[in-house]
T-cell receptor, first 113, second 109 residues
């Protein structure tokens, strides 16, 4: 296992369409995070999981966003009815547990046209 | 006041110089501190992780934490053009990780 894997790397979609991103964490990492990053900004927290339990959601995560982590392994982030403001890099990270090093994937770059 | 403050730069220094990058934070509950390096259009790469006040060294990198002042630093010795990137400070308690905006660093050959 070489690290956190995110797919797809790039996604271009039309406004109003739904998109889903996948994150495969490092094996045996119990904690998984989702972040969003726009140009010139640091990553902004969206949500995180401890195993399959979603422990916290940011106010940034509107009703159009949903994240799941079935069986505590991979995770998906779905955006419904995409808007141009959703264009960003979506980053996933994983760690062994609370207070441990978190490692990021290469991100999924979303462009909404 | 934002929880984590970081000067966005850009910071330009000549090759071989010592680079100093800094962040301040407001939440005294933060216990764990990290520095990430991010190249353009790539994911952040973990450089340093510390959980106590003091210094931690790894090769050309030294991370410094001063919890009493709520101030953390990253020093890069013998800077190289390949160090040109955005450097993100990050910190957490036992839950989410909070990031600074990142400092863009340019090492001039």
């Amino acid at each position: 296992d070489t690290g956190v894997s995110q797919n797809p790397r790039h996604k271009i979609t039309k406004r109003g369409q739904n998109v889903t991103f996948r994150c495969d964490p490092i094996s045996e990492h119990n904690r998984l995070y989702w972040y969003r990053q726009t140009l010139g900004q640091g990553p902004e927290f969206l949500t995180y999981f401890q195993n399959e339990a979603q422990l916290e959601k940011s106010r940034l995560l509107s009703d159009r966003f949903s994240a799941e982590r079935p069986k505590g392994s991979f995770s998906t982030l779905e955006i419904q009815r995409t808007e141009q403001g959703d264009s960003a890099m979506y980053l996933c990270a994983s760690s062994k547990g609370p207070g441990t090093e978190a490692f990021f994937g290469q991100g999924t770059r979303l462009t909404v046209v | 006041q934002k929880e984590v403050e970081q000067d966005p730069g850009p910071l330009s220094v000549p090759e071989g110089a010592i680079v100093s990058l800094n962040c301040t934070y407001s939440n005294s509950a933060f216990q764990y501190f990290m520095w990430y390096r991010q190249y353009s259009r790539k994911g952040p790469e973990l450089l340093m992780y510390t959980y106590s006040s003091g210094n931690k060294e790894d090769g050309r990198f030294t991370a410094q934490v001063d919890k009493s002042s709520k101030y953390i630093s990253l020093f890069i010795r013998d800077s190289q053009p390949s160090d040109s990137a955005t450097y993100l400070c990050a910190m957490n308690r036992d839950d989410k990780i909070i990031f600074g905006k990142g400092t863009r660093l340019h090492i001039l050959p």
